[in-house]
Structures are given as C-alpha cells and as structure tokens.
DNA sequence: ATGAAAGCGCTAACAA
DNA sequence: TTGTTAGCGCTTTCAT
C-alpha cells in the first residue's frame, strides 16, 4: 500500500521543520522563494496530498458543502445538482447530497446528517409537505451558511435562488389567451409554497389584464401528481362545460389530462388546449407534444452555490434573492393557430 | 452560537476522565454501567455530537463512501444512487458523489476528489468512451475498497453487480420471435462494455435457438444516442429491403426509430416492431408505448453498496460478481398479437 | 525566514 | 474499572 507521505516526511528530506513546509505549501509570505520551490517541487515529486481530516480538525472547515434535495431523480433536481457540484468543484468544495423524499422527518435528518457531517454551508429545496421549517433554524443556530433554491420558504431570511414563477405563469397564460382561449382553468400546487402561489398569481395576472375570468369560479389546488392530475381531469373534462385551456403548475398533471382526453375523445389541442410548467423531459417526446414553461435547474444550482460558497469564503452573510428567468415553449398541446 | 460540546466538557461536569466518557459513548465493555449510564444520559442531554474530523484523523477512516457517476440525471443512475444512499445510511455511512460525464478525464478527477476526501470506500459505473483503467488501479494501490456497477471492467478484479443483461437481450429477441417477426435487426452499443456485449449476444442466442438469422449480415453498433439513432434508422429503413423489427440495446435509440417511422409512414408494431432496454420513465408515457427491459437501478445501487460496506466493516476483501434480474415489458410498439 | 511547541477532538496502549 | 499519556496531521503563535 502506498503510505500517504505528511508534511514531516518532506520536512525531514530537505532538512527543515514542518511548519516551513506547511507555510510553503499554503503560499504563506514568510518563507523564502527557495525554500518554497523546493518544499513544491518534493511535495509535487512524492505525490503529497494534504490530510483533509486534519486540515479539517485544525481549521474547523471541511470544505465540503452540503445539499438537501426532495427527489434526485427529478429531472429539475439533478440539473441542479451539475449546476451545484460544477460550481462548488471549481472552488475545491466537495458536495455531499441528501435526499429528504418530500418528507419532513427526512428533511430532518438530512440537517443532522449534514451538520454531524460538518459541513461549511448548505443548500436546500425544502420538501413539498406542509411544513413548520423548526429544523431549518438548527443550521442557522449553527451559523452554518445558509442557500434555499426553488423551494424557498419566507419565514427564514437567508439567500435563495429562484425562478420567475411569476413570470411563468403568466407567460403561461397569455400564450393560452393569445391563441383564442376563452375558458382557461388552471391547477394549482400546494399553496404554502411561494413557487406555486407565483405561479398561480402570475395566471390570474395574465387573465385581468385581459379582463378575463378564469374558468368556473374557484381554482383546484393539489400536489400535482398523477393521481390527482387524474382527478383534476375528471372534475374539469367530466362535466357538460368543459374550459378550452387548462394551464397546470406543473408537467406531471398534464400527462393525466392528455391521457384522459385521448380516452374520452377530447381534440388536443383544438377543443382543450394545455400547457405545463418544467419542460420535464418527457415534454416534447409526448404526442401531443407539451407546451410548458423551462426552468434552467442548471443554473439555479449554479447560482445558489455560488451564493453559498462566497458566503463562506468571505465569512460573510447576505441575505439576497435571485430571480433567474424562464422560457416559454410552444408545442403542439397548446398550438391552436398553427402559423 | 451553539458551541459544539466535546468529551472534555462531559468529563468535567461528571467529575471524571475523558477516556472514560470516549468509552462509554462506544459502548467500551471496560466500564461499570452505572458511569455509562450518567455519561449517556448528559451527552444527551447536552446534544454531543462527536467530531467527525476528530475521529477520522484519529481512526484513518471516515464512515464515507464515494460513488462516481457517468451521469446524474440518467434515470438509471439516479435510482441507483437512491439504493446507495439507503444502504449507506442504514449503516451510518454519508455518501459523496462524483459525475464523470462520460469523460475519461473526469473519471480522472473524481477518484482524484474521493481519495483525496478519504472515502472509506468506492462504487464505480465507468464512462462510455474506451478506457485504460490505469487511474482505477490508483484505488487499487491504496487498498480502498471497489465495487463496480453496471458498467464494469473484466480487467480489474473486485466486486461487480450487473444485470443480466444477456438475459435481457434473449428476451427482447425471443419476444419478438413470439409475435410473428421473422427480420429482426439489433442496434448494439460499445463492444467494449460488457453490458452491451451481453445484451448482443443475448440477442444472438434466441436467434440461434429459432433457427433465423439477424437482419442484413452484420449488426450495427454504436453509441445508442438520440442522433446515432437517426443515423441507424436511415440505414435500417431507409433502404427497400426492411426489417420487420428492430431490437435496440438502449430506448433513446428507440425515440429516433420510432419518429423516423412515424415521418415515413412505417405502421408501428405491424410493419415494424420496436423494443428497447432499460425502460426510461418515457417509454411508456410516448405513443406508441415502448416495449423495453427493465432494470431496477435501486437494487443495483442497493446490492453494490452492501458488498462494499460489508468488505469495509470486516476488513474482508472478496471479489464477487452479483447478476440481477431484468423484467420483460410487453407494450404496444411490440404487440403484433393482440391478445 | 525559520523552528519549537501547542492544540484541534478523539482513541487506545499502558498503568494503576 | 478508571486515569494518564501520546499521537493522528495539520496550522499558528511565539520565539529566535
């Protein structure tokens, strides 16, 4: 086995102590150019990598960053975690991801976890459940910095990176509007999440400036999933007035509503015209293919570490928000007039 | 700031040594119960957390594994890494992943980053494009544990879990066979990933075993993207002789066949019957569904990191080889017999 | 510009 | 059963 090589073992070879080699190798400026290139040339010949336990012990940083995501194989989500780990990489950070499943018991473990770890800051997307968020201030007691990304949460001041939910939404809707939709009913998600309220309130937005209602009297609001993407569909498709759009906060929902059009002979996008939010994927492979809303979780996870990581390096602690745009794009679920 | 509390403070406030209170927190049988007892109880009561730089430079180990990932937002991959995380942590183990992005380079880099953090251990799935290996026998030297998945090595000896990939292949062939197809080509992957070659040569064997030969005398092969796959789908159908079906090693190559089909007019399963492999979330949300093989990436990542934790724990260093099983998934691209 | 020494928090060999 | 002591590899204060 190739026995790690410390800093007394160059120490001993060139004949000085450790603490000249360590300052030699942490660029300090008392030390000679001499000393410094030949602690630098031995240091590179034998292959010396620090001990990143000790470092850690000495310095009380470990340089590694911690993440708490909902669902890492959320399309958006593992997206953010490039975004995350190429940012924090060209800093030297190391990253260590926890996943809470969209759980608040887990969220909780994932601080703890996190924090035993002692990690130098964190990155979370808080969980979709209802939440009271007690944990979260666990890691500002700490003093651990702090970066929320997409699912932020009001009630703590910290950093967060977001997309323009807003903004999304009501691009959402006026391209409904734009194309001659006249009854546009929307589904909401889980309203104690900004990200959703946005979203909503960016439609009825859209629908005032153009002196519209929305369709039926009261918006349905669930957590959008297949499931209740089904029940969504009954409820609005079921009954003798049908809306002529439907924009629902995210993908998942539209692929029941297309289904159960497709089943019950509803012309997409002729009599029912839909539009998503996320661009999963699977948005343009569908037929019909998904209008939706693209939100780059690249650049998200991007932004927020860098957020976190100067925070760190400069033992500083703003408390920004970042807004990072988003995309309208146009497919063949909401393309009424073809140009 | 919550100052963390170490074994000194415990030892002072109990009137008593700090090796003592180390060995009543690692349940050390050299203790009376009754010290043990009251040393449990105001750790607790305190919160103690013990340091994990402490304990790693003291012990030379980190109760960290490290994964490297050809990519994170593949699906396959990314349920993998949800079975490493839930083994991982049912054995007290944090988890640190690291993307090659299917570069050679950044293969490189990542067991650079793992060794360098310490990992206790490694779970490796190797990029796509032709390899050395050299920088895997640098986890080999250190003696760090390795357990390849997926996508292994024959070259280097250590623990493996796989698929049954050849299985799979035999599968989808005879599948094929069983609804009437008698002109069955196979778009193959790298020759010089296992899995792929099993999957190939699974294919072969159902021929064999019927007595038929593969569409055209050779097979194609390359690296199963969306773009090869248009490439492929020319070559295959674009000619006047056809295949009456097509088996591809992976179901991104089955979007572009089934698009390039659909743009000529080429019915879908009748004139042409398509399976794939791996059954991505998509493939039975497009139209026409695709018939596919799955494989259940969490029981991989799952299996993987029992090998690994179990060789780490015991200090045992075994070299088998796990084969999962793969599942038949019969959906409308391939359902010539209608039952 | 360099060295000696202390200490980060923990475990373990040795002593009592 | 408990305490004393040394040391893991590193950084940093203080002295030279």
Redesign the pocket.
């Known amino acids: 086995m190739e ?9 001993k070879k ?13 660029n ?9 290139a030949k602690v630098l040339e031995l240091a590179n010949e034998l292959g ?8 850690a ?4 940083r470990t340089k590694t960053i911690g993440l708490i995501i909902p669902k890492i194989n959320r399309h958006f989500f593992s997206d953010a975690i490039n975004g995350v780990e190429k940012y924090a990489k060209s800093k030297g950070y190391n990253v260590i991801i926890t996943q809470s499943n969209e759980s608040e018991a887990q969220e909780k473990e994932c601080i703890q976890t996190l924090l035993h770890a002692g990690v130098d800051g964190i990155i979370a997307s808080i969980a979709l459940v209802k939440n009271d968020y007690q944990h979260y201030y666990k890691i500002i007691d700490r003093e651990v910095p702090l970066v929320f990304f997409d699912r932020i949460c009001d009630e703590i001041e910290s950093n967060k990176v977001v997309v323009d939910d807003f903004k999304g939404g009501f691009l959402a809707a006026e391209h409904l509007i734009s194309q001659g939709c006249k009854q546009i009913a929307h589904i909401a998600g889980p309203q104690h999440l900004n990200l959703y309220i946005n979203r909503t309130q960016g439609f009825f937005k859209a629908l005032r400036k153009h002196n519209m209602e929305p369709f039926a009297s009261e918006i349905l609001e669930n957590y959008l999933t297949r499931e209740e993407g089904e029940e969504a569909a009954k409820i609005l498709l079921g009954g003798k007035k049908r809306p002529d759009a439907i924009f629902a906060s995210n993908d998942t929902v539209c692929l029941s509503l297309i289904e159960y059009a497709k089943q019950h002979n509803i012309a997409i996008p002729d009599e029912l015209a839909i539009i998503g939010f996320s661009n999963e994927p699977y948005a343009k492979l569908i037929s019909p293919s998904l209008s939706t809303i693209e939100q780059r979780g690249y650049d998200v996870g991007y932004k927020a570490t860098e957020l976190l990581i100067t925070n760190i390096d400069n033992q500083t602690n703003t408390h920004e928000t970042i807004v990072l745009p988003i995309k309208l794009i146009e497919r063949e679920s909401s393309a009424k007039k073809k140009k």
Chains 1, 2 share one sequence.
């Open positions: 026995q790690n090589i410390t800093i007394h073992d160059i120490a060139l004949g000085i102590s450790s603490s000249t080699v360590s300052r030699a190798l942490n300090n400026s008392r030390i000679s150019d001499k000393t410094k010396y990598k620090p001990n990143a336990a000790a470092t012990l000495r310095m009380k």
